[in-house]
């Protein structure tokens, strides 16, 4: 297993090392002491699952009280998977990054995203479909689930539209009402990253 650092402190990308010959190919695509040793979470509590069709925007999405690291994988299509740093006593809070994040084929390398927690999540579908599976290190806390505007002009993110043809995206009623960057209930500042 490759890990790789990507311009977000903390984020990285993960690429388990896949076995294949003609017949197709296989994957340890989670191992908790593989995982241990390459200083990643190896500890999840849940597993979700989406299925979505092109121009679907999900996000950007986080939790008070209950943060969720995830571990993504899109098991079909294609998305754009973008990560936003929310920790305020990190160097790069406010700033994002964004991924290509493919099903496996022949040609591509297997990649998994890793977002820990104190990070909003969002990707656009920029595929016909596309399945989404990642894991959490904690659970579902409805009452901590917050949203921030995809189209934050202080964030800028710099969503591949181009790619929808010039439709627009598609948002559920609840990311259309994201709050703006600025006015966002942010996480509270970690006093045991300070020290």
Do not use: C
């Not at 990643?40 to 989406?50: E, G, Y």
């Not at 496996?104 to 990649?111: C, K, N, V």
């Not at 505007?149 to 539209?161: E, G, K, N, T, Y």
């Amino acid at each position: 297993m490759r890990v790789l650092e990507t311009p977000l402190r903390d984020v990285k990308l993960v690429q388990p090392q896949r076995f294949g010959d003609s017949r197709g190919w296989f994957a340890e695509v989670f191992n908790q002491s593989t995982f241990t040793a390459a200083g990643l979470p190896a500890h999840f509590v849940q597993d979700n699952q989406s299925f979505s069709v092109k121009g679907v925007l999900r996000g950007l999405h986080y939790q008070l009280g209950r943060p969720q690291g995830k571990l993504i994988r899109v098991l079909s299509g294609h998305i754009w998977d973008v990560a936003v740093d929310l920790r305020r006593e990190s160097p790069d809070f406010g700033k994002w990054a964004g991924f290509h994040l493919k099903a496996q084929s022949s040609a591509d390398e297997l990649r998994l995203l890793w977002i820990p927690e104190g990070f909003a999540h969002g990707f656009l579908v920029l595929s016909d479909t596309a399945e989404v599976f990642y894991k959490t290190t904690n659970l579902y806390h409805p009452a901590g689930d917050r949203s921030i505007l995809w189209s934050d002009p202080v964030l800028a993110i710099d969503w591949p539209l181009e790619a929808l043809d010039g439709i627009p995206p598609s948002v559920s009623p609840k990311d259309a009402l994201g709050k703006h960057f600025l006015d966002a209930e942010l996480p509270p500042v970690e006093v045991a990253h300070l020290v």
